[in-house]
């Protein structure tokens, strides 16, 4: 079937353009000796998954146990887990998970890793362990490479786990004081008789950027793949990089200027961007999606020289794609103008 005659609001991805974006980025990778972890945040598909494996990615990352444990039913072997994991059940869940796959995770306090280390004491099969570090983005981290030396030690004494080195979600556009923050950091770890394996950067934003951070082994972009509004004007490409798109019906035209939509908040999500409205009409780009209520997109076509009618279909490509990801049960995937697949997005709703 054309994906215009598909029931609206639905997701629609254009399979070329993701792949496109996912080899880019991979021989970007290749070329520059940098492994990729990709984040399936983005996306939620083990079917896509696969594909950034095969076309060279060493694992993937996913946020939180639930996505892991569904891409780990898919048959991923290898899973990064940048989350501090607390409570009991959820420990209880990631020893499983560690029996499984090859698993690691991060900490950035005393009773992250002393979780870790109640819950895994099999010397002979311990679990990696990377410390999280504030390098400037001021979330989650330790604030000096002194705290970093400090749990690393910690870990390091523990029999179950294993020290496996240094990650971050870097602020945008300060790779090198990314890198120096690394550098200090493994000196002062690697004179203290620790090893850093492994140094794990991320981000999307700054990926074609990524090789300056010369410490780090590997990468974790996540919304390369898709792409979206945020991204483009972070300087990721173009909106024509933009794979995927909500296809919205027009319901309702109460003036000249003014046209609803079937795809509020519940379908576009309600993040901004640099870029004005809501998301981007791909075919009114001069109209603005004003505002989001549950089930109501409002936008403004003062700007446009034509107008849709009541009943007429449009494709919005939002403003920050990862959460509409995780908005519908399917995606579909086409071709031109055919759908050639409607898939589940099988870590939808893992938010624990």
């Given at each position: 079937?054309?994906?215009?005659?598909?029931?609206?609001?639905?997701?629609?991805?254009?399979?070329?353009?993701?792949?496109?974006?996912?080899?880019?980025?991979?021989?970007?990778?290749?070329?520059?000796?940098?492994p990729l972890r990709p984040h399936v945040k983005t996306h939620k598909l083990p079917l896509f998954a696969k594909?950034?494996?095969?076309?060279?990615?060493?694992?993937?990352?996913?946020?939180?146990?639930?996505?892991?444990?569904?891409?780990?039913?898919?048959?991923?072997?290898?899973?990064?887990?940048?989350?501090?994991?607390?409570?009991?059940?959820?420990?209880?869940?990631?020893?499983?998970?560690?029996?499984?796959?090859?698993?690691?995770?991060?900490a950035d306090s005393r009773p992250t890793v002393e979780g870790y280390a109640g819950h895994f004491t099999d010397?002979?099969?311990?679990?990696?362990?990377?410390?999280?570090?504030?390098?400037?983005?001021?979330?989650?981290?330790?604030?000096?490479?002194?705290?970093?030396?400090?749990?690393?030690?910690?870990?390091?004494?523990?029999?179950?786990?294993?020290?496996?080195?240094?990650?971050?979600?870097?602020?945008?556009?300060?790779?090198?004081?990314?890198?120096?923050?690394?550098?200090?950091?493994?000196?002062?770890?690697?004179?203290?008789?620790?090893?850093?394996?492994?140094?794990?950067?991320?981000?999307?934003?700054?990926?074609?950027?990524?090789?300056?951070?010369?410490?780090?082994?590997?990468?974790?972009?996540?919304?390369?793949?898709?792409?979206?509004?945020?991204?483009?004007?972070?300087?990721?490409?173009?909106?024509?990089?933009?794979?995927?798109?909500?296809?919205?019906?027009?319901?309702?035209?109460?003036?000249?200027?003014?046209?609803?939509?079937?795809?509020?908040?519940?379908?576009?999500?309600?993040?901004?961007?640099?870029?004005?409205?809501?998301?981007?009409?791909?075919?009114?780009?001069?109209?603005?999606?004003?505002?989001?209520?549950?089930?109501?997109?409002?936008?403004?076509?003062?700007?446009?020289?034509?107008?849709?009618?009541?009943?007429?279909?449009?494709?919005?490509?939002?403003?920050?794609?990862?959460?509409?990801s995780n908005l519908f049960d399917a995606v579909h995937l086409i071709d031109g103008q055919e759908v050639i697949?409607?898939?589940?997005?099988?870590?939808?709703?893992?938010?624990?």
């Open positions: 079937m054309k994906f215009i005659d598909l029931d609206t609001p639905a997701v629609i991805i254009d399979r070329n353009i993701a792949d496109a974006n996912l080899r880019r980025a991979q021989d970007y990778a290749d070329a520059h000796g940098l594909r950034q494996i095969e076309l060279g990615a060493v694992g993937i990352t996913c946020q939180k146990l639930g996505e892991a444990e569904a891409m780990a039913d898919a048959g991923i072997a290898d899973i990064f887990i940048p989350y501090n994991i607390v409570g009991a059940d959820k420990l209880d869940r990631l020893n499983a998970l560690h029996r499984r796959l090859t698993l690691s995770v991060s010397a002979s099969h311990p679990l990696p362990v990377l410390i999280e570090c504030d390098t400037g983005a001021k979330r989650c981290g330790v604030q000096s490479p002194q705290e970093a030396l400090e749990l690393a030690r910690l870990i390091d004494a523990a029999p179950g786990l294993h020290f496996e080195g240094l990650m971050t979600y870097p602020p945008r556009g300060k790779g090198a004081e990314v890198d120096q923050w690394f550098k200090s950091a493994k000196k002062m770890l690697n004179d203290a008789g620790l090893e850093v394996a492994r140094i794990s950067n991320g981000g999307s934003p700054d990926l074609y950027a990524a090789a300056e951070v010369t410490s780090a082994t590997e990468h974790r972009p996540g919304t390369y793949i898709y792409s979206d509004r945020m991204q483009v004007s972070f300087g990721l490409g173009t909106l024509e990089d933009c794979a995927l798109s909500v296809l919205a019906t027009v319901v309702s035209r109460p003036t000249p200027d003014r046209a609803v939509l079937d795809a509020g908040s519940k379908a576009l999500a309600a993040d901004r961007s640099d870029a004005p409205g809501h998301g981007h009409i791909v075919d009114y780009p001069q109209a603005v999606v004003t505002g989001l209520s549950e089930e109501h997109a409002v936008v403004d076509l003062s700007g446009c020289a034509t107008k849709p009618a009541v009943g007429d279909k449009v494709r919005v490509i939002p403003n920050h794609v990862c959460v509409v697949a409607r898939v589940p997005v099988a870590a939808r709703g893992r938010v624990t």
